[in-house]
């Protein structure tokens, strides 16, 4: 075999094996960064019509919690622009989770908003930023933007961050070795994307996750991860 198609092999060994992330509700952990949120989900919402947004930088939890709640109520989950293509049929009194909520059409958001308060359902709007600093061409929208009950989801903290760790090294059916996870909280970016993101990278050394292989690799040292 050549060493070209001999490395190929190896590599093609090394794919890693990942599940898709849990973001069940028995999984949420709740702490600083999220309590309030957290609070005023538990038992959201209370009365029909109800529209309340979260909102936070990425990365810090927020499609966890509102994929929680969607569990919860048996909500229907729409992504931005999907807003304008259901049926408002479909929607009518029922709850619906909306992420990426500041993407979504103005027309078809307004049309969302009006379904929801009369149909007697309820609208979680998941975004960034909070609704009353969106771009909004409708005035009428505009108004009813700032009038939503807004929650903010701050940067993980470390509870969270070692949580979002420790479901990402499950997903890969990994366990990592004493002190890995509070080593990582230390050093990495406060998100579950760069959580995910090292995970994703010791992975493909396919040995055991010790804070030695973790520090390498955060060190750029990945000749050592392979020897």
Same mark, same amino acid.
């Given at each position: 075999m050549s060493a070209d198609r001999a490395h190929m092999a190896q590599m093609q060994l090394r794919l890693p094996l990942k599940q898709e992330t849990s973001r069940r509700a028995a999984d949420l952990e709740v702490s600083t960064s999220?309590? #309030?949120?957290a609070e005023a989900l538990e038992d959201w919402p209370s009365e029909p019509g109800s529209i309340m947004a979260l909102y936070g930088p990425a990365g810090s939890g927020k499609s966890h919690m509102a994929?929680?709640?969607v569990e919860? #109520?048996?909500a229907i989950a729409l992504h931005g622009e999907e807003a304008a293509w259901c049926d408002p049929l479909e929607l009518e009194g029922r709850p619906v989770l909306l992420e990426e909520a500041e993407g979504a059409d103005d027309e078809a958001l307004f049309h969302l908003i009006n379904l929801t308060q009369s149909g007697g359902g309820a %609208? %979680?709007?998941v975004s960034r930023d909070p609704p009353a600093s969106w771009m909004v061409r409708l005035p009428d929208l505009k108004s009813r933007l700032n009038a939503v009950r807004t929650i903010a989801v701050e940067v993980p903290d470390d509870v969270? %961050?070692?949580a979002m760790l420790k479901r990402?090294?499950?997903a890969r059916n990994i366990v990592p070795g004493e002190g890995v996870i509070e080593y990582l909280v230390r050093r990495i970016d406060r998100s579950a994307q760069s959580a995910e993101m090292i995970v994703d990278r010791l992975d493909?050394?396919?040995?055991?996750v010790t804070r030695v292989l973790a520090r390498q690799v955060l060190e750029g040292d990945f000749t050592a991860g392979l020897s």
């Open positions: 999220n309590a #309030v949120a994929a929680a709640w919860r #109520v048996g %609208l %979680l709007m969270i %961050l070692a990402s090294f499950a493909m050394y396919h040995r055991p």
